[in-house]
């Protein structure tokens, strides 16, 4: 059973950063593409990156220059570096495994 947990949310102030993590069951090497999404209250879920297999990566302007998805293959996570968080960045984090697999999603709050 694949099974994908996010850690590593929490409150930030603006302009600091965070690092998420997506534990994936010793799977990160059979997704072709892995993700991360998020969720603000009151909006649809928006993609803000995402990685292949062979590792291509793709970031919404909104993101692009200060987020960086990862695949560490020793740890077998998926990772979301976030630097210079905006409040605007406020939102709950999933991961997500070839468009069909979802982790419970970690909160990001973004506050001074």
């Known amino acids: 059973q694949v099974q994908l947990v996010e850690s590593g949310g929490g409150l930030v102030q603006p302009g600091g950063s965070l690092k998420l993590s997506c534990a994936t069951s010793?799977?990160?090497?059979?997704?072709?593409?892995m993700a991360w999404y998020r969720q603000a209250p009151g909006k649809v879920r928006e993609l803000v990156a995402s990685?292949?297999?062979?590792?291509?990566?793709v970031y919404p302007d909104s993101v692009k220059g200060r987020f960086t998805i990862s695949r560490d293959k020793d740890k077998d996570t998926l990772d979301l570096q976030m630097n210079n968080l905006k409040p605007e960045d406020t939102a709950v984090y999933y991961c997500?495994?070839?468009?069909?697999?979802w982790g419970q999603g970690t909160q990001v709050t973004v506050s001074s």
């Open positions: 997500n495994g070839d468009f069909l697999y």
């Open positions: 010793g799977r990160i090497l059979r997704f072709n593409k």
């Open positions: 990685i292949t297999r062979e590792g291509s990566t």
